[in-house]
């Protein structure tokens, strides 16, 4: 992908990173723009009012609130964003799919986001989240119902190259290690909403111990984002069956990817010798053939 597709990828990945900034009336219109097929060239604001039934001010405010001139700017980019979109229409599922047709939108929706998500991710923050990793006295992560797996993926990623740190998604566990930390200490919290007040609470504790603060979320005006020290942008489709959740896991796993290799290239040796011996210690127990 060029660099002028990314760009303009970025586009609905920003939209939906702001979905949170706007009411209930305001989401359920730019939700409406961003999906495929309904705003066009020559659609009018008069058009789009009377699709939503809701007044031309209004769409103009979402339009600013989406931090566009109007609407004609609006529509200019996500007609460009349309473009550069590799199908025709959106993916959610119907009851009429059969299986062919529910793997490819299941696939291409993962593929989509993954490509929204590339186009917004800034390689200094990754970078400065992987020096604050390495060279933190402990690393704590932080993550609740779907976002725990991800931080125990990520805790497995750090062990191998011999960073100890600890994932926990039991509020009582995470209030106790949060009120143990230092100032040389880093916390890494991933939620998808950014709302999540366990993970909240826990990080207001954690700051007033001045440990630093580094999250992966789809949100930048997020009550998590606000208060993290370094954010990490995960956009991704939200639908009633696929599910924004599902292919946030993927995104977020892509990410910390990202971050894990980020880690070991500011120390390649060092890591590249304590990786090197993780696999080394666990391989008799992979049998000959593994």
């Not at 550069?84 to 529910?102: G, R, T």
């Not at 005006?221 to 954010?231: I, K, M, N, R, Y």
């Amino acid at each position: 992908m060029t660099n002028v597709d990314g760009n303009i990828l970025a586009i609905g990945a920003r939209i939906r990173m702001a979905l949170s900034r706007l009411s209930l009336t305001e989401k359920t219109i730019a939700e409406w723009l961003i999906t495929k097929g309904n705003v066009k060239e020559e659609t009018s604001i008069k058009e789009v009012a009377a699709a939503m039934n809701v007044s031309e001010p209004l769409i103009v405010k979402v339009a600013k609130k989406l931090e566009y001139q109007g609407f004609r700017e609006l529509r200019t980019a996500l007609v460009a964003y349309f473009s550069a979109l590799p199908f025709d229409q959106e993916f959610e599922i119907s009851e009429v799919d059969n299986l062919e047709i529910v793997l490819d939108k299941v696939f291409n929706t993962s593929i989509q986001s993954l490509k929204e998500a590339k186009s917004v991710a800034k390689p200094s923050v990754i970078s400065h989240a992987a020096a604050l990793i390495g060279q933190a006295n402990h690393v704590v992560i932080l993550g609740v119902g779907g976002s725990a797996s991800v931080c125990r993926d990520f805790e497995h990623k750090l062990l191998r190259i011999g960073i100890l740190g600890h994932s926990y998604s039991d509020y009582h566990l995470m209030l106790m290690v949060c009120c143990q930390l230092e100032e040389n200490d880093v916390v890494i919290v991933i939620s998808q909403s950014g709302d999540t007040v366990e993970l909240l609470k826990s990080i207001e504790i954690a700051k007033e111990n001045k440990a630093k603060i580094i999250c992966i979320t789809n949100d930048d005006a997020s009550p998590l984002s606000q208060a993290s020290d370094l954010s990490i942008f995960s956009p991704a489709y939200d639908g009633p069956l696929i599910g924004q959740n599902a292919v946030a896991r993927i995104v977020q796993l892509n990410l910390l990817d990202t971050l894990f290799i980020a880690i070991i290239i500011q120390d390649y040796r060092g890591t590249k010798t304590k990786l090197d011996r993780s696999i080394q210690v666990v391989k008799p127990l992979h049998g000959k053939n593994s």
